[in-house]
């Protein structure tokens, strides 16, 4: 399987979880009404959305969907540094459509990730949810910008300080055809001011914007919702009422 994630998989948490400090208080929002049912965390990573999921709800059983290896490592520890977690969550190490789920869903979780799934695997997404999610249940993803295909100047998105080191990870993207970008991603590591680690790593990322999220849920009979604060680009998937 190709990982995307093998060269950069030991900055994603330290990289990510500045993210989550926003996303944290609108996803445990969106999901604590959830309806009981195993719950689905696509993309788990290093498990900044798997530990949100286990805190708003309390009770559930967690199924984190994760194909990278080296981003699995970092998930299996906090999964295990936690008695809770370690109860009631199950790693996989599959992508989504290839991973053995529970029949019925109460709630899928996709944050960060519906980028990665082409028009085809989204497909086969909205089928998965509509055949498997609990009459009340629900899925809640994010859509990240841009949508449309355009160039991104590069910019830092992210840095942390651990100890004497500083990471940074640098993004810029090349708009590739009307419905994918490349990603151009630069992680540095620096002591003090002096560069001592640089790693340059590419991937497709899949636009999708609101209005044709809309249009594919609906044919596949589900319907879309937005969700506060708008500006996270979160929304909220139940089934269309019949
Ligand atoms: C940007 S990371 C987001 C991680 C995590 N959801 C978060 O927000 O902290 C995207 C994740 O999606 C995973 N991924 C990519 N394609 C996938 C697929 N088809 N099924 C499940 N996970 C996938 C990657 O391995 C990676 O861990």
Redesign the pocket.
């Known amino acids: 399987m190709n990982?995307?994630?093998a060269e950069s998989a030991e900055f994603?948490?330290l990289l990510?979880?500045p993210?989550?400090n926003d996303?944290a208080p609108a996803l445990t929002e969106a999901i604590k009404t959830a309806a009981p049912g195993p719950v689905v965390?696509?993309?788990?990573?290093?498990?900044?959305?798997?530990a949100v999921i286990a805190e708003a709800i309390p009770e559930a059983e967690i199924f984190a969907?994760?194909?990278?290896a080296g981003?699995r490592t970092a998930l299996l520890a906090r999964v295990n540094a936690d008695d809770s977690l370690r109860e009631r969550v199950t790693v996989l190490p599959?992508?989504?459509?290839?991973?053995d789920l529970p029949e019925q869903l109460g709630l899928v979780?996709?944050?960060?990730?519906i980028g990665?799934?082409s028009p085809t695997?989204r497909q086969a997404f909205w089928e998965l949810l509509a055949a498997r999610l609990a009459p009340d249940g629900r899925a809640v993803l994010n859509l990240q910008p841009p949508s449309e295909p355009v160039d991104i100047p590069e910019a830092v998105a992210a840095t942390r300080q651990v100890g004497r080191r500083r990471y940074e990870v640098r993004a810029r993207a090349r708009a590739t055809s009307d419905t994918t970008l490349t990603w151009h991603m630069t992680y540095r590591t620096y002591q003090a001011e002096t560069l001592v680690d640089e790693r340059a790593l590419n991937y497709t990322w899949h636009l999708v914007s609101e209005s044709v999220l809309r249009g594919e849920l609906a044919r596949a009979g589900l319907r879309l919702h937005t969700t506060e604060p708008t500006d996270l680009g979160m929304f909220t998937i139940t089934r269309a009422p019949a």
Do not use: Q, R
């Open positions: 990982d995307e994630y994603i948490d990510i979880s993210f989550w996303l965390d696509v993309g788990a990573g290093s498990g900044c959305g798997t969907v994760e194909p990278s981003l599959d992508k989504l459509l290839a991973a979780v996709a944050m960060n990730v990665h799934f695997e």
